[in-house]
């Protein structure tokens, strides 16, 4: 038998009651990564964020997605290129965690 993995989960999951939003937060170009099998390759970020803030919720209903930067207890980052842009929202919002895919800089 496999070992048993703990896994911690951030506080803004851990309350029966509290519901959470994933923000996707996007950059400006297009993604070489994503939709790379698609009818229509090399999506905008923004389309791809917007995709998936669409999507998120039919994993748990619990959980929400938005690319409005208002929100956000999770910060998954799509392309985001602009740096001192970025650090400010992450200090604004404070979110349990941030996570940047390959095309961010």
Do not use: W
């Not at 994933?22 to 229509?40: E, N, T, W």
């Amino acid at each position: 038998l496999a070992p048993t993995r703990r896994v911690r989960t951030p506080a803004a999951l851990r309350a029966v009651s509290d519901d959470a939003t994933v923000l996707f937060l996007h950059g400006d170009g297009v993604s070489k990564v994503y939709g790379a099998s698609s009818p229509r390759p090399n999506p905008a970020h923004a389309t791809v964020a917007s995709q998936l803030a669409r999507r998120v919720g039919h994993f748990d209903a619990k959980v929400s997605g938005t690319t409005d930067a208002a929100a956000g207890d999770v910060v998954i980052g799509l392309g985001v290129t602009d740096v001192s842009k970025t650090k400010a929202t992450l200090a604004r919002l404070q979110p349990s965690c941030f996570v940047a895919d390959d095309e961010c800089s």
